[in-house]
């Protein structure tokens, strides 16, 4: 269980270094002024998203699998879903303004990317708090 448990939060981890970056390069993404900036920009995003996406896949699969493998369970693990269920959608909704940057369709200035920037950190803290004190 150890073993599943520590390539959890390995994969955890390298999930949520996407998901702090790639917000970040989209606030660069509607301040660049020069099509070579903004080209730049576009292809480390593309490759970003497409690393992390199996991550999270691995992330989510070895949580399940202490889940339902292992039966940890509470009231705290319920609620946990419920984060990251939010977390998944944030995931799939930053490939969606990537879709948008690529087709100059984006109209969030860089302000409203910073602020979407910290929902990430808000979610990560909550699980955290929620996994190893598990208040419920
Ligand atoms: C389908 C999604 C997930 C499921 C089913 C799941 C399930 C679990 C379970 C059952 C444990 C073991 C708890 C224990 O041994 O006390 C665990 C540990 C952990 N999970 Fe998840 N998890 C999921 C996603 C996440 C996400 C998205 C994060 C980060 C935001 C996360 C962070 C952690 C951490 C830090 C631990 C270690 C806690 C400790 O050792 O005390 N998990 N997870």
Redesign the pocket.
């Known amino acids: ?1 150890l073993w599943v ?1 520590a390539f ?2 390995i994969f ?1 981890t390298s ?2 270094a996407g998901l702090f970056y790639l917000p970040r390069i989209y606030v660069n993404l509607a301040m660049a002024a020069h099509d070579t900036e903004r080209e730049r920009l576009l292809l480390m995003a593309h490759k970003l998203y497409r690393f992390m996406t199996p991550l999270a896949v691995l ?2 699969a070895f ?2 699998w ?3 493998g ?1 039966g ?2 509470g009231g705290w ?1 319920h609620i ?2 419920l ?2 269920v939010f ?1 998944v959608a944030y995931h799939f909704y930053c490939g969606r303004l990537l879709t948008l940057f690529k087709q100059k369709l984006n109209t969030r200035s860089h302000v409203w990317y910073r602020w979407f920037n910290e929902i990430p950190v808000l ?2 803290v909550a ?2 708090i929620l ?2 004190v ?1 208040p419920l």
């Open positions: 269980m448990k959890h939060i955890v999930w949520f992330a989510l949580g399940l202490l889940w339902l292992y940890i369970t693990m946990k879903l984060l990251v977390l979610l990560l699980v955290v996994v190893t598990k």
